[in-house]
């Protein structure tokens, strides 16, 4: 997520601790759920990874961003059956942050967004290394 403020001014607002804050209580999920993996200049290039596990998932909001997601594209409402966690999220906090619901304190340029499921063991590490 790219937004327009400058590194001296994110931090001088407590912008690490505000971007968790803001994104876990919009998201409804406790902000240990919620990494930053980097904070980089240019604006302000922040990479983060939200925990999709079994507590994440039972928030309220991401359920509904899931369900959003997985509504066929016919928009009848009806269910492809399939729930594309990742891509409802990333919608949500787009959508969140289009309408002003979500705001970081400066526009936001750039969004992207990757998830990935919880290693629970070494067998599934090694089956999830191998898709990459």
Same mark, same amino acid.
């Given at each position: 997520? =790219?937004?327009?403020?400058?590194?001296?001014?994110?931090?001088?607002?407590? /912008?690490?601790?505000?971007? !968790?804050?803001?994104?876990?209580?919009?998201?409804? %999920? @406790?902000?240990?759920?919620?990494?930053?993996?980097? %904070?980089?200049?240019?604006? !302000?290039?922040?990479?983060?990874? %939200? %925990?999709?596990?079994?507590?994440?998932?039972?928030?309220?909001?991401?359920?509904?961003?899931?369900?959003?997601?997985?509504?066929?594209?016919? /928009?009848?409402?009806?269910?492809?059956?399939?729930?594309?966690?990742?891509?409802?999220?990333?919608? /949500?906090?787009?959508?969140?942050?289009?309408?002003?619901?979500?705001?970081? /304190?400066?526009?936001?340029?750039?969004?992207?967004?990757?998830?990935?499921? @919880? !290693?629970?063991?070494?067998?599934?590490?090694? =089956?999830?290394?191998?898709?990459?």
């Amino acid at each position: 997520m =790219k937004i327009e403020m400058d590194l001296d001014t994110f931090y001088a607002t407590d /912008g690490p601790t505000l971007f !968790v804050d803001k994104m876990a209580a919009f998201l409804g %999920i @406790p902000n240990d759920k919620l990494r930053i993996v980097s %904070i980089t200049k240019g604006s !302000v290039q922040i990479k983060y990874e %939200i %925990i999709l596990d079994e507590e994440t998932q039972a928030s309220p909001t991401i359920q509904t961003m899931t369900q959003a997601a997985a509504t066929d594209s016919s /928009g009848n409402g009806t269910s492809s059956g399939e729930v594309d966690a990742c891509g409802g999220v990333s919608s /949500g906090i787009a959508n969140a942050i289009s309408s002003g619901a979500l705001d970081f /304190g400066g526009e936001v340029s750039q969004m992207s967004y990757a998830c990935s499921a @919880p !290693v629970e063991d070494d067998k599934s590490f090694e =089956k999830a290394e191998k898709k990459q």
